[in-house]
Protein backbone atom coordinates (compact mmCIF):
# COMPACT_ATOMS: atom_id res chain seq x y z
CA UNK A 1 0.00 0.00 0.00
CA UNK A 2 1.22 3.85 -0.77
CA UNK A 3 1.51 5.81 2.14
CA UNK A 4 -2.82 6.89 2.59
CA UNK A 5 -3.54 10.39 2.62
CA UNK A 6 -3.74 10.56 6.69
CA UNK A 7 0.02 10.26 6.61
CA UNK A 8 1.48 12.33 4.17
CA UNK A 9 3.62 14.72 6.28
CA UNK A 10 2.36 18.10 6.24
CA UNK A 11 -0.97 18.31 4.72
CA UNK A 12 -4.25 18.79 6.47
CA UNK A 13 -6.15 15.82 6.11
CA UNK A 14 -2.38 14.21 8.33
CA UNK A 15 -2.99 17.26 11.29
CA UNK A 16 -6.58 16.62 10.97
CA UNK A 17 -6.81 12.59 11.01
CA UNK A 18 -3.68 12.71 13.91
CA UNK A 19 -5.66 15.43 16.17
CA UNK A 20 -9.49 15.57 15.06
CA UNK A 21 -8.96 19.66 14.39
CA UNK A 22 -6.98 21.98 12.09
CA UNK A 23 -4.65 24.80 12.77
CA UNK A 24 -6.99 27.22 11.91
CA UNK A 25 -10.50 27.67 12.79
CA UNK A 26 -13.40 26.12 10.64
CA UNK A 27 -16.74 27.86 9.92
CA UNK A 28 -19.72 25.91 9.58
CA UNK A 29 -22.12 28.10 8.01
CA UNK A 30 -25.45 26.14 7.34
CA UNK A 31 -26.98 24.42 10.60
CA UNK A 32 -29.54 24.18 12.67
CA UNK A 33 -31.18 23.10 16.25
CA UNK A 34 -33.60 21.43 17.78
CA UNK A 35 -35.55 18.66 17.64
CA UNK A 36 -36.71 17.56 13.97
CA UNK A 37 -40.23 16.10 13.05
CA UNK A 38 -39.12 13.09 10.86
CA UNK A 39 -35.24 12.52 11.99
CA UNK A 40 -33.95 11.01 15.50
CA UNK A 41 -30.53 13.15 16.25
CA UNK A 42 -29.43 13.35 20.07
CA UNK A 43 -26.78 16.02 19.46
CA UNK A 44 -29.55 18.61 18.80
CA UNK A 45 -29.71 21.12 21.97
CA UNK A 46 -27.20 24.06 22.32
CA UNK A 47 -25.01 22.57 24.78
CA UNK A 48 -24.72 18.90 22.99
CA UNK A 49 -23.97 20.51 19.97
CA UNK A 50 -21.49 23.09 21.53
CA UNK A 51 -19.43 20.45 22.87
CA UNK A 52 -19.28 18.25 18.83
CA UNK A 53 -18.13 21.30 17.12
CA UNK A 54 -15.51 22.59 19.61
CA UNK A 55 -14.29 18.69 19.81
CA UNK A 56 -14.10 19.18 15.63
CA UNK A 57 -12.28 22.83 15.78
CA UNK A 58 -15.57 24.95 14.44
CA UNK A 59 -15.13 28.57 15.56
CA UNK A 60 -18.61 29.46 14.35
CA UNK A 61 -22.07 27.57 13.58
CA UNK A 62 -24.27 29.82 11.97
CA UNK A 63 -27.57 28.29 12.05
CA UNK A 64 -31.48 28.96 12.11
CA UNK A 65 -33.34 26.78 14.49
CA UNK A 66 -35.78 24.43 13.74
CA UNK A 67 -38.54 25.31 15.80
CA UNK A 68 -38.27 29.13 13.72
CA UNK A 69 -38.48 27.99 10.41
CA UNK A 70 -40.60 24.55 11.10
CA UNK A 71 -42.39 25.83 13.82
CA UNK A 72 -43.64 28.95 15.59
CA UNK A 73 -40.73 29.41 18.05
CA UNK A 74 -39.25 33.37 17.88
CA UNK A 75 -36.11 33.91 16.26
CA UNK A 76 -35.47 36.70 19.57
CA UNK A 77 -35.96 33.20 21.65
CA UNK A 78 -32.54 32.17 19.25
CA UNK A 79 -30.72 35.28 19.90
CA UNK A 80 -31.25 34.32 23.87
CA UNK A 81 -29.57 31.17 23.24
CA UNK A 82 -26.64 32.55 21.31
CA UNK A 83 -25.93 34.88 23.98
CA UNK A 84 -25.07 32.17 26.30
CA UNK A 85 -22.79 30.99 23.54
CA UNK A 86 -21.30 34.11 22.42
CA UNK A 87 -18.09 32.78 21.39
CA UNK A 88 -19.54 30.15 19.09
CA UNK A 89 -23.04 30.50 18.07
CA UNK A 90 -24.48 33.02 14.87
CA UNK A 91 -28.18 32.90 13.60
CA UNK A 92 -29.63 33.37 10.36
CA UNK A 93 -32.66 34.97 11.18
CA UNK A 94 -35.98 32.65 10.31
CA UNK A 95 -37.87 34.18 7.71
CA UNK A 96 -41.14 32.41 7.49
CA UNK A 97 -43.74 33.96 5.29
CA UNK A 98 -46.75 32.63 6.69
CA UNK A 99 -45.94 35.29 9.74
CA UNK A 100 -45.61 38.09 8.18
CA UNK A 101 -45.72 40.11 11.18
CA UNK A 102 -43.16 38.75 13.02
CA UNK A 103 -41.32 38.84 9.55
CA UNK A 104 -41.47 42.78 10.02
CA UNK A 105 -41.02 42.72 13.76
CA UNK A 106 -37.82 40.48 13.83
CA UNK A 107 -36.34 42.92 11.01
CA UNK A 108 -36.90 45.72 13.19
CA UNK A 109 -34.68 43.78 16.04
CA UNK A 110 -31.82 42.90 13.77
CA UNK A 111 -29.35 45.52 14.84
CA UNK A 112 -30.37 44.37 18.60
CA UNK A 113 -29.50 41.08 17.85
CA UNK A 114 -25.53 42.45 16.57
CA UNK A 115 -23.02 40.42 16.72
CA UNK A 116 -25.26 37.17 16.19
CA UNK A 117 -27.60 38.09 13.60
CA UNK A 118 -25.30 37.59 10.61
CA UNK A 119 -28.04 36.90 7.83
CA UNK A 120 -31.57 35.61 7.18
CA UNK A 121 -32.93 32.12 6.66
CA UNK A 122 -35.25 30.84 3.45
CA UNK A 123 -36.77 27.17 3.45
CA UNK A 124 -39.03 28.31 0.18
CA UNK A 125 -38.98 24.23 -1.14
CA UNK A 126 -40.31 23.51 2.56
CA UNK A 127 -43.35 25.79 2.27
CA UNK A 128 -43.88 25.39 -1.63
CA UNK A 129 -43.41 29.22 -1.60
CA UNK A 130 -41.04 30.37 -5.21
CA UNK A 131 -38.37 32.70 -3.65
CA UNK A 132 -39.63 34.90 -6.13
CA UNK A 133 -43.04 35.33 -4.62
CA UNK A 134 -43.91 38.51 -3.22
CA UNK A 135 -44.17 37.14 0.32
CA UNK A 136 -40.49 37.14 0.31
CA UNK A 137 -39.89 40.43 -0.77
CA UNK A 138 -39.49 42.28 2.66
CA UNK A 139 -36.75 40.32 3.64
CA UNK A 140 -35.30 40.17 0.12
CA UNK A 141 -35.07 44.18 0.16
CA UNK A 142 -33.90 44.38 3.43
CA UNK A 143 -30.59 41.87 3.06
CA UNK A 144 -29.85 43.80 -0.45
CA UNK A 145 -30.22 47.03 1.10
CA UNK A 146 -27.83 46.31 3.65
CA UNK A 147 -25.32 43.52 2.02
CA UNK A 148 -26.89 40.43 4.39
CA UNK A 149 -26.23 37.16 3.29
CA UNK A 150 -29.10 35.09 2.92
CA UNK A 151 -28.95 31.42 3.23
CA UNK A 152 -31.72 29.75 0.95
CA UNK A 153 -32.56 25.95 1.15
CA UNK A 154 -31.24 24.90 -2.37
CA UNK A 155 -32.34 21.90 -4.48
CA UNK A 156 -31.64 21.50 -8.32
CA UNK A 157 -34.92 19.79 -9.11
CA UNK A 158 -37.19 22.40 -7.09
CA UNK A 159 -39.78 24.77 -8.82
CA UNK A 160 -39.42 26.90 -5.22
CA UNK A 161 -35.87 27.51 -4.80
CA UNK A 162 -34.44 25.90 -8.06
CA UNK A 163 -32.08 26.92 -10.64
CA UNK A 164 -34.03 29.78 -12.90
CA UNK A 165 -36.14 30.96 -9.52
CA UNK A 166 -32.88 31.68 -8.05
CA UNK A 167 -31.18 33.32 -10.39
CA UNK A 168 -33.78 35.66 -11.06
CA UNK A 169 -33.38 37.25 -7.23
CA UNK A 170 -30.22 36.77 -7.23
CA UNK A 171 -30.21 38.98 -10.56
CA UNK A 172 -32.95 41.00 -8.78
CA UNK A 173 -31.05 42.09 -5.48
CA UNK A 174 -27.32 42.28 -6.41
CA UNK A 175 -26.54 43.29 -3.20
CA UNK A 176 -27.76 40.63 -1.38
CA UNK A 177 -25.39 37.79 -0.22
CA UNK A 178 -27.20 34.77 -1.32
CA UNK A 179 -25.79 31.60 0.07
CA UNK A 180 -27.04 29.03 -1.89
CA UNK A 181 -27.76 25.97 0.88
CA UNK A 182 -27.12 22.69 -0.57
CA UNK A 183 -25.48 23.79 -4.21
CA UNK A 184 -28.91 23.68 -6.07
CA UNK A 185 -27.90 20.12 -5.68
CA UNK A 186 -27.91 17.73 -8.63
CA UNK A 187 -28.47 21.25 -10.99
CA UNK A 188 -24.93 22.03 -11.31
CA UNK A 189 -25.66 23.87 -14.08
CA UNK A 190 -27.18 26.65 -12.71
CA UNK A 191 -25.17 26.25 -9.93
CA UNK A 192 -22.11 27.35 -12.03
CA UNK A 193 -24.19 29.87 -13.72
CA UNK A 194 -25.45 31.35 -10.35
CA UNK A 195 -21.85 32.13 -9.46
CA UNK A 196 -20.99 33.37 -13.19
CA UNK A 197 -24.30 35.13 -13.83
CA UNK A 198 -24.42 37.29 -10.93
CA UNK A 199 -23.03 40.51 -9.60
CA UNK A 200 -20.56 38.57 -7.30
CA UNK A 201 -23.11 37.80 -4.78
CA UNK A 202 -23.60 34.20 -4.83
CA UNK A 203 -21.78 31.38 -2.74
CA UNK A 204 -22.25 27.78 -2.89
CA UNK A 205 -22.68 25.74 0.16
CA UNK A 206 -22.14 22.52 0.60
CA UNK A 207 -24.37 20.67 3.12
CA UNK A 208 -25.09 17.07 2.22
CA UNK A 209 -21.90 16.84 -0.42
CA UNK A 210 -18.91 16.21 1.73
CA UNK A 211 -18.99 12.33 1.51
CA UNK A 212 -20.09 12.33 -2.15
CA UNK A 213 -17.38 10.97 -4.06
CA UNK A 214 -15.85 13.83 -6.75
CA UNK A 215 -18.63 16.06 -6.56
CA UNK A 216 -16.45 18.59 -4.83
CA UNK A 217 -13.77 18.42 -7.36
CA UNK A 218 -16.79 19.14 -9.82
CA UNK A 219 -17.80 22.45 -8.07
CA UNK A 220 -14.53 23.86 -7.71
CA UNK A 221 -13.69 23.27 -11.09
CA UNK A 222 -16.62 25.01 -12.19
CA UNK A 223 -16.90 27.69 -9.52
CA UNK A 224 -13.50 27.72 -8.11
CA UNK A 225 -12.80 26.93 -4.07
CA UNK A 226 -13.42 30.92 -3.20
CA UNK A 227 -16.93 30.63 -3.77
CA UNK A 228 -17.63 27.53 -1.76
CA UNK A 229 -18.53 27.47 2.01
CA UNK A 230 -18.68 24.65 4.76
CA UNK A 231 -21.72 23.23 5.79
CA UNK A 232 -23.32 20.25 7.46
CA UNK A 233 -26.92 20.95 8.49
CA UNK A 234 -25.58 19.90 12.31
CA UNK A 235 -27.40 18.51 13.91
CA UNK A 236 -28.50 16.27 10.40
CA UNK A 237 -24.48 15.37 10.18
CA UNK A 238 -21.49 15.08 11.67
CA UNK A 239 -18.83 17.75 11.58
CA UNK A 240 -15.92 14.66 10.97
CA UNK A 241 -17.91 13.43 8.52
CA UNK A 242 -18.37 17.08 7.14
CA UNK A 243 -15.06 18.40 7.19
CA UNK A 244 -13.75 14.81 6.87
CA UNK A 245 -15.59 15.09 3.30
CA UNK A 246 -13.91 17.97 2.15
CA UNK A 247 -10.08 16.88 3.27
CA UNK A 248 -11.01 13.34 1.57
CA UNK A 249 -11.44 15.89 -2.15
CA UNK A 250 -8.53 15.51 -4.86
CA UNK A 251 -8.22 19.24 -4.67
CA UNK A 252 -5.40 21.00 -3.28
CA UNK A 253 -5.00 22.27 0.64
CA UNK A 254 -5.52 25.81 -0.39
CA UNK A 255 -8.75 25.23 -1.98
CA UNK A 256 -9.66 23.40 1.37
CA UNK A 257 -8.68 26.25 3.45
CA UNK A 258 -10.35 28.66 1.29
CA UNK A 259 -13.92 26.26 2.08
CA UNK A 260 -13.54 25.65 5.57
CA UNK A 261 -12.41 28.73 6.66
CA UNK A 262 -10.96 31.95 4.39
CA UNK A 263 -14.08 32.23 2.57
CA UNK A 264 -16.07 33.00 5.42
CA UNK A 265 -13.68 35.21 6.50
CA UNK A 266 -13.72 37.14 3.45
CA UNK A 267 -17.39 37.91 3.15
CA UNK A 268 -18.06 38.86 6.94
CA UNK A 269 -14.51 39.35 8.36
CA UNK A 270 -11.83 38.02 10.46
CA UNK A 271 -14.19 38.74 13.96
CA UNK A 272 -17.82 38.12 12.51
CA UNK B 1 -5.24 4.09 16.63
CA UNK B 2 -2.83 4.85 14.21
CA UNK B 3 -2.97 1.66 12.61
CA UNK B 4 -6.40 1.01 12.22
CA UNK B 5 -7.35 -2.15 9.89
CA UNK B 6 -10.29 -0.89 7.95
CA UNK B 7 -12.52 -3.45 6.10
CA UNK B 8 -15.09 -1.74 3.80
CA UNK B 9 -18.43 -4.01 3.56
CA UNK B 10 -19.68 -1.71 0.85
CA UNK B 11 -17.91 -1.34 -2.63
CA UNK B 12 -19.81 -1.86 -6.13
CA UNK B 13 -17.20 -2.23 -9.40
CA UNK B 14 -18.41 -2.40 -12.80
CA UNK B 15 -19.87 -0.15 -15.58
CA UNK B 16 -23.55 -0.34 -16.67
CA UNK B 17 -25.79 1.84 -19.49
CA UNK B 18 -27.47 3.15 -16.41
CA UNK B 19 -24.65 3.55 -13.80
CA UNK B 20 -22.58 4.72 -16.80
CA UNK B 21 -18.50 3.96 -16.80
CA UNK B 22 -17.60 3.42 -13.32
CA UNK B 23 -14.36 2.48 -11.38
CA UNK B 24 -13.10 -1.01 -11.52
CA UNK B 25 -11.43 -3.40 -9.62
CA UNK B 26 -7.96 -1.61 -10.23
CA UNK B 27 -9.28 1.79 -9.27
CA UNK B 28 -10.97 0.62 -6.32
CA UNK B 29 -7.44 -0.84 -5.48
CA UNK B 30 -5.71 2.49 -5.60
CA UNK B 31 -8.94 4.43 -3.91
CA UNK B 32 -8.00 2.18 -1.02
CA UNK B 33 -4.86 2.51 -1.17
CA UNK B 34 -5.77 6.49 -1.28
CA UNK B 35 -7.22 6.33 1.84
CA UNK B 36 -5.82 3.24 3.82
CA UNK B 37 -8.39 0.61 3.40
CA UNK B 38 -7.22 -3.04 3.59
CA UNK B 39 -10.08 -4.84 2.28
CA UNK B 40 -13.36 -4.52 0.82
CA UNK B 41 -16.69 -6.21 0.26
CA UNK B 42 -17.26 -5.84 -3.79
CA UNK B 43 -20.18 -6.74 -5.90
CA UNK B 44 -20.89 -5.38 -9.37
CA UNK B 45 -22.82 -2.04 -9.63
CA UNK B 46 -24.77 -3.42 -12.41
CA UNK B 47 -26.31 -6.41 -10.67
CA UNK B 48 -29.88 -5.34 -11.10
CA UNK B 49 -30.26 -5.01 -14.91
CA UNK B 50 -27.69 -7.59 -15.43
CA UNK B 51 -29.35 -10.36 -13.83
CA UNK B 52 -28.17 -12.45 -11.30
CA UNK B 53 -26.58 -15.10 -13.12
CA UNK B 54 -24.40 -13.09 -15.70
CA UNK B 55 -23.13 -10.36 -12.84
CA UNK B 56 -21.89 -13.21 -10.79
CA UNK B 57 -19.90 -14.46 -13.54
CA UNK B 58 -18.65 -10.99 -14.14
CA UNK B 59 -17.34 -9.65 -10.52
CA UNK B 60 -15.79 -13.44 -10.10
CA UNK B 61 -13.94 -12.75 -13.60
CA UNK B 62 -13.33 -8.90 -11.92
CA UNK B 63 -11.59 -10.37 -8.91
CA UNK B 64 -9.01 -11.98 -10.58
CA UNK B 65 -7.37 -8.64 -11.32
CA UNK B 66 -7.31 -8.76 -7.28
CA UNK B 67 -3.87 -10.30 -7.06
CA UNK B 68 -3.34 -9.64 -3.60
CA UNK B 69 -6.78 -11.14 -2.56
CA UNK B 70 -7.93 -7.68 -0.85
CA UNK B 71 -11.86 -8.45 -2.20
CA UNK B 72 -14.21 -10.24 -1.30
CA UNK B 73 -17.20 -10.98 -3.65
CA UNK B 74 -21.07 -10.81 -3.22
CA UNK B 75 -23.44 -13.25 -5.07
CA UNK B 76 -27.14 -12.67 -5.92
CA UNK B 77 -29.40 -15.32 -5.49
CA UNK B 78 -33.12 -15.89 -7.22
CA UNK B 79 -35.79 -18.31 -6.63
CA UNK B 80 -34.71 -21.79 -6.54
CA UNK B 81 -37.40 -23.17 -8.77
CA UNK B 82 -36.40 -21.61 -12.16
CA UNK B 83 -33.03 -23.45 -12.01
CA UNK B 84 -30.82 -20.66 -12.93
CA UNK B 85 -28.50 -20.85 -10.59
CA UNK B 86 -27.02 -24.25 -9.44
CA UNK B 87 -28.51 -25.94 -6.44
CA UNK B 88 -27.03 -24.79 -3.07
CA UNK B 89 -24.05 -27.17 -2.70
CA UNK B 90 -22.94 -26.37 -6.18
CA UNK B 91 -23.46 -23.06 -5.69
CA UNK B 92 -21.68 -22.61 -2.54
CA UNK B 93 -18.72 -24.75 -3.93
CA UNK B 94 -18.77 -22.21 -6.86
CA UNK B 95 -18.28 -18.90 -4.70
CA UNK B 96 -15.87 -21.04 -2.38
CA UNK B 97 -14.16 -20.91 -5.89
CA UNK B 98 -14.39 -17.39 -6.74
CA UNK B 99 -13.33 -15.72 -3.41
CA UNK B 100 -17.37 -14.85 -2.83
CA UNK B 101 -18.78 -14.70 0.80
CA UNK B 102 -21.84 -13.37 0.87
CA UNK B 103 -24.79 -13.04 -1.07
CA UNK B 104 -27.84 -10.69 -2.12
CA UNK B 105 -31.04 -10.61 -3.58
CA UNK B 106 -32.96 -7.87 -5.84
CA UNK B 107 -36.59 -8.89 -5.65
CA UNK B 108 -37.06 -5.59 -6.86
CA UNK B 109 -35.40 -5.63 -10.51
CA UNK B 110 -34.65 -9.33 -10.75
CA UNK B 111 -38.65 -9.74 -9.80
CA UNK B 112 -39.80 -12.34 -7.33
CA UNK B 113 -41.39 -12.05 -4.07
CA UNK B 114 -38.59 -13.32 -1.08
CA UNK B 115 -40.72 -15.36 0.33
CA UNK B 116 -40.05 -18.68 2.25
CA UNK B 117 -41.48 -20.91 -0.62
CA UNK B 118 -39.76 -18.92 -3.20
CA UNK B 119 -35.85 -18.68 -1.58
CA UNK B 120 -36.53 -20.55 1.94
CA UNK B 121 -34.26 -22.97 0.69
CA UNK B 122 -31.23 -20.96 -0.13
CA UNK B 123 -31.89 -19.26 3.00
CA UNK B 124 -31.78 -22.15 4.96
CA UNK B 125 -28.69 -23.37 3.76
CA UNK B 126 -26.94 -19.95 3.98
CA UNK B 127 -28.25 -20.04 7.82
CA UNK B 128 -26.52 -22.94 8.17
CA UNK B 129 -23.27 -21.95 6.76
CA UNK B 130 -23.08 -18.93 7.77
CA UNK B 131 -23.39 -16.67 5.01
CA UNK B 132 -24.08 -13.05 5.20
CA UNK B 133 -26.94 -11.69 3.56
CA UNK B 134 -25.97 -8.49 2.50
CA UNK B 135 -29.00 -5.94 1.84
CA UNK B 136 -28.73 -2.85 0.03
CA UNK B 137 -31.61 -3.05 -2.84
CA UNK B 138 -33.60 -2.70 0.36
CA UNK B 139 -32.33 0.94 0.70
CA UNK B 140 -35.41 2.96 1.75
CA UNK B 141 -38.14 0.25 1.23
CA UNK B 142 -38.46 -0.50 4.99
CA UNK B 143 -41.74 -1.63 5.06
CA UNK B 144 -40.22 -4.89 2.77
CA UNK B 145 -37.28 -5.07 4.68
CA UNK B 146 -39.00 -5.54 7.91
CA UNK B 147 -41.33 -8.23 6.56
CA UNK B 148 -38.01 -10.03 4.92
CA UNK B 149 -35.83 -10.25 8.36
CA UNK B 150 -39.23 -11.12 9.89
CA UNK B 151 -39.20 -14.29 7.61
CA UNK B 152 -35.58 -15.13 8.67
CA UNK B 153 -35.11 -14.18 11.54
CA UNK B 154 -32.08 -16.42 12.66
CA UNK B 155 -30.00 -15.64 9.14
CA UNK B 156 -27.22 -13.34 9.31
CA UNK B 157 -27.81 -10.03 7.88
CA UNK B 158 -25.50 -6.99 6.65
CA UNK B 159 -27.52 -3.74 5.85
CA UNK B 160 -26.34 -0.88 4.33
CA UNK B 161 -28.09 2.28 3.15
CA UNK B 162 -27.65 4.51 0.17
CA UNK B 163 -30.59 6.56 -0.20
CA UNK B 164 -31.23 9.65 1.08
CA UNK B 165 -29.60 10.87 3.72
CA UNK B 166 -32.01 11.94 6.69
CA UNK B 167 -30.93 9.74 9.59
CA UNK B 168 -32.82 6.90 10.18
CA UNK B 169 -32.91 5.61 13.76
CA UNK B 170 -36.47 4.97 14.25
CA UNK B 171 -36.04 2.72 11.20
CA UNK B 172 -33.03 1.17 12.31
CA UNK B 173 -32.77 0.87 16.16
CA UNK B 174 -35.73 -1.68 15.79
CA UNK B 175 -34.11 -4.04 13.76
CA UNK B 176 -31.07 -3.87 16.04
CA UNK B 177 -32.71 -4.63 18.82
CA UNK B 178 -34.65 -7.39 17.89
CA UNK B 179 -32.19 -9.45 15.60
CA UNK B 180 -28.80 -10.36 17.12
CA UNK B 181 -27.71 -11.31 13.23
CA UNK B 182 -28.78 -7.93 11.98
CA UNK B 183 -25.45 -5.88 11.59
CA UNK B 184 -25.44 -2.56 10.03
CA UNK B 185 -23.16 -1.06 7.92
CA UNK B 186 -22.99 2.45 8.09
CA UNK B 187 -22.34 3.90 4.76
CA UNK B 188 -24.04 7.36 4.41
CA UNK B 189 -24.89 7.34 8.03
CA UNK B 190 -24.21 10.91 8.89
CA UNK B 191 -26.04 11.66 12.01
CA UNK B 192 -23.03 13.45 15.01
CA UNK B 193 -21.48 11.11 16.95
CA UNK B 194 -24.26 8.70 16.32
CA UNK B 195 -21.67 5.72 15.67
CA UNK B 196 -21.15 6.45 19.33
CA UNK B 197 -25.23 6.30 20.26
CA UNK B 198 -25.57 3.44 18.41
CA UNK B 199 -22.81 1.24 20.02
CA UNK B 200 -23.42 2.30 23.57
CA UNK B 201 -27.45 1.10 22.66
CA UNK B 202 -26.16 -2.05 21.06
CA UNK B 203 -22.74 -3.08 21.19
CA UNK B 204 -20.23 -2.14 18.59
CA UNK B 205 -20.01 -5.23 17.66
CA UNK B 206 -23.12 -4.74 15.92
CA UNK B 207 -21.87 -2.25 13.38
CA UNK B 208 -19.38 -1.92 10.43
CA UNK B 209 -17.39 0.99 8.38
CA UNK B 210 -18.98 0.92 5.21
CA UNK B 211 -18.35 3.50 2.33
CA UNK B 212 -20.71 2.88 -0.44
CA UNK B 213 -17.75 3.30 -2.54
CA UNK B 214 -18.45 4.38 -5.53
CA UNK B 215 -21.18 7.04 -4.92
CA UNK B 216 -19.54 7.52 -1.75
CA UNK B 217 -15.71 8.81 -0.83
CA UNK B 218 -14.34 6.33 1.71
CA UNK B 219 -12.60 9.00 3.25
CA UNK B 220 -15.50 10.88 5.39
CA UNK B 221 -16.61 7.81 6.93
CA UNK B 222 -12.99 6.80 8.41
CA UNK B 223 -12.86 10.31 10.17
CA UNK B 224 -16.05 10.28 11.37
CA UNK B 225 -16.10 6.53 12.96
CA UNK B 226 -11.99 7.88 14.51
CA UNK B 227 -13.83 10.78 16.07
CA UNK B 228 -17.18 9.49 17.11
CA UNK B 229 -16.09 9.45 20.60
CA UNK B 230 -16.02 5.27 20.97
CA UNK B 231 -12.56 3.86 22.75
CA UNK B 232 -10.52 2.54 20.77
CA UNK B 233 -11.01 -0.91 21.08
CA UNK B 234 -14.70 -0.53 20.01
CA UNK B 235 -13.62 1.75 16.64
CA UNK B 236 -11.28 -1.35 15.73
CA UNK B 237 -13.84 -3.54 15.89
CA UNK B 238 -16.38 -1.00 13.66
CA UNK B 239 -13.34 -0.40 11.38
CA UNK B 240 -12.94 -3.80 10.23
CA UNK B 241 -12.57 -6.59 13.04
CA UNK B 242 -16.29 -7.72 13.12
CA UNK B 243 -16.60 -8.05 9.58
CA UNK B 244 -13.24 -10.03 9.38
CA UNK B 245 -14.89 -12.19 12.18
CA UNK B 246 -18.53 -12.42 10.73
CA UNK B 247 -16.31 -13.86 7.06
CA UNK B 248 -14.28 -16.12 9.37
CA UNK B 249 -17.23 -18.00 10.09
CA UNK B 250 -18.49 -18.22 6.79
CA UNK B 251 -18.17 -22.22 5.66
CA UNK B 252 -18.51 -22.77 2.12
ZN1 LIG C 1 -30.60 23.17 6.37
Known amino acids: ?272 | MDDLFFFDADCRVGSGPVIGIQPGVKELLAEMDHFGIDKAVVQHGSTGMLGAAQANLQIAEMLKEDTEERLTGIWYFLPTQCRELPEPDEFFRQMKENRIRLLALNPYEHQFIPHRISIGKIMDAAKERNIPIFLREFSGQWRDLYDFIERFPENIFIYCDRVGKWGHDRKIRPLLENYSRFYYGMSGYWVPEGIRDLADAYGADRLLYSSGFPYYIQGSGMTQLKFCGLNEKEIAAIAGKNLEKILSEVQL
Open chain 1, 1 to 272: MSTPIWKQPGTLAEQFWKNGKLDFPVYDMHGHMGSHYAIHFYRHTPELMAEHLRKAGVKHLAFSHHHVIMGDMRNAAVAEICKRFPDLYRMYVGIVPAFPENIKEDLAMFDQWTPYAIGLKFLPDYYRIPVTDKRWEPALKFADERKLPILVHTWGSSQYDGGPVMLEVAQKYPNAKFFLGHSLYGNWEYAERLVKETNNNVWLELTAIPGERKNIEMLVEKVGSERILFGTDLPWFDEFQGIGGVLSADISDDDKRNILCRNAETILGKDW
